[in-house]
């Protein structure tokens, strides 16, 4: 089953309510309606600037989001992908259905959702 895009209102709704630095965890997809909606954010080492990458997709209907921001001053978080060469970081995010995959398993083994400090 491939991936979908969530449509503009589908996007616009996922910037309501807290963040997900503030409450990370499962939210409820704008497109289905099923509590399936997950993020996974990393700082890419090789950015020119500081940039945080999002990533937001329903585990549920198959539909995904990614955008690139300035990474707000004194945001830390965990990243389980942490521990990846970056040889290694390229493969895995050179196919978006194998790395929503890992994205996936990471989440039903407890590695996922990311801890947010600032």
Do not use: I
Not at 18 to 41: D, I, K, M
Not at 62 to 76: E, I, M, S
Not at 100 to 115: F, K, V
């Amino acid at each position: 089953m491939s991936w979908g895009s969530f449509s503009g209102d589908e996007v616009a709704a996922l910037t309501v309510g807290e963040s997900f630095f503030a409450a990370p965890g499962e939210r409820v997809c704008p497109a289905c309606g099923e509590r399936s909606l997950r993020a996974y954010v990393n700082a890419p080492e090789n950015a020119r600037r500081p940039t945080l990458v999002s990533y937001v997709w329903c585990s549920a209907c198959r539909k995904f989001v990614g955008t690139r921001a300035k990474h707000p001053a004194g945001l830390v978080f965990s990243d389980p992908l942490a521990v990846l060469s970056a040889a290694e970081r390229r493969e895995l995010e050179g196919s978006l259905v194998g790395f929503l995959a890992h994205l996936d398993r990471l989440w039903d083994e407890g590695a996922l959702p990311q801890s947010f400090a600032a």
